[in-house]
């Protein structure tokens, strides 16, 4: 098991969090039931410590210039306090990840990284800068990040004291959005995003203050509701939401368009930008596209099942589970797949081979699961 620990790990072994190596750190995977800490996001709210993200300050004149030849989108066209999902694209087109970029001034940006290819988005980001006026900061040993999750989140962070001078109200604050902040004199960054399919909020504090600020978390949440959520439950969470995964739904050897993301890359952008060529290619001929599968039933299919066409015993595989679980919130089997094109529209009947048992599943758009509207 890894020895890298998040700001946070001796409050999580004191709670009784057990563990898993997550993109080299040694994470909490559940402190009470998978099934508990998935329900209490749906219903009320969840704590998350995602301190294992990896942030990079991208500043300067040259600023947004650098992210529009260095990333998919168009990152320049971001307004000061929004955020943007984006993509790391190799010269193939190829996703080395998929990111978030906050603009937090006119020539100042956070770009959040998935927590295992801190290193080579690292190394692309400075491979990307010459020619350009910008300074590259990687922040992530000096910030930890924690997510509030759920409906109740909101009112949970309002209720905490110790968060003052909020640049923009929390009722005010779309989503995508990001404000500065204090807790306890210390800086916060307070961004109104997640991974979960719930309203909720991710907040960036020195790692000093880290745990200090969870405890705030926990006191302020747990009348209402709060748990200390795992990685367990933000799997399922985030496979309800039909948010891809790197390294399950997204890779280096994925384009935008086969996972969904075509949208995501600008290309009526001016100038060049790494990966265009590679878009502009496309993928292979006869290159798996990603849906997502429904099913009846409790058995679940697993990444790495395969996906078969018919059940007449002709075995033809076309495709493979990327993610499955059976939903904890609509109670039946779920999946992520990378199927043949021909056989990718909605409606279609295919079947998850579970262990040799052949379950038929439908194809259904992503999301899954989408949370319903607040009234008015």
Do not use: C
Not at 299 to 310: D, K, L, S
């Amino acid at each position: 098991m890894t020895d890298r620990f998040s700001p946070l790990h001796d409050i999580h072994r004191a709670a009784g969090a057990a563990f898993t190596d997550f993109g080299g750190w040694q994470m909490p995977v559940r402190y009470s039931s998978d099934l508990a800490e998935h329900h209490a996001v749906r219903s009320a709210a969840g704590l998350f410590d995602i301190s294992h993200m990896a942030e990079f300050l991208v500043g300067g004149p040259g600023a947004g210039a650098f992210l529009d030849y260095a990333l998919a989108g168009k990152l320049s066209a971001i307004a000061v306090g929004k955020a943007k999902y984006s993509l790391l694209l190799a010269e193939t087109g190829g996703i080395i990840d998929d990111l978030v970029v906050y603009r937090l001034a006119d020539e100042r940006f956070l770009v959040v990284a998935n927590a295992g290819n801190r290193e080579p988005v690292a190394e692309a980001l400075e491979q990307r800068a010459p020619g350009f006026d910008v300074r590259i900061a990687d922040q992530s040993d000096q910030l930890a990040l924690v997510a509030v999750q759920g409906p109740a989140s909101r009112g949970i962070l309002e209720s905490i004291a110790e968060i003052t001078e909020l640049g923009t109200p929390l009722a005010d604050l779309p989503y995508y959005a990001i404000t500065e902040a204090f807790f306890s004199g210390r800086p916060l960054l307070v961004a109104r995003t997640g991974y979960t399919g719930e309203d909720g909020f991710e907040l960036y504090i020195h790692v000093e203050a880290a745990s200090y600020l969870w405890n705030a978390l926990v006191e302020a949440g747990e009348p209402v509701g709060l748990v200390p959520a795992g990685l367990a439950a933000r799997d399922t969470l985030r496979l309800e939401a039909g948010m891809p995964l790197y390294g399950h739904e997204l890779s280096i050897e994925t384009l935008p368009v086969q996972a969904g993301l075509g949208r995501v890359v600008a290309l009526s952008k001016e100038g060049d930008f790494v990966g265009r060529s590679g878009i502009e290619a496309g993928p292979a001929d006869g290159a798996r596209v990603l849906v997502g599968l429904a099913a009846e039933g409790r058995r679940a299919g697993r990444a790495g099942y395969a996906v078969v066409e018919t059940d007449d015993g002709s075995g033809a595989v076309v495709g493979e589970i990327t993610s499955g679980a059976l939903s904890p919130t609509l109670g039946h089997p779920i999946a992520m797949a990378f199927v043949d094109e021909r056989v990718a529209s909605p409606g279609t009947t295919l079947y998850l081979d579970v262990r040799g048992t052949l379950i038929p599943a439908s194809v259904v758009a992503l999301p899954f699961y989408t949370r319903a509207k607040e009234s008015s």
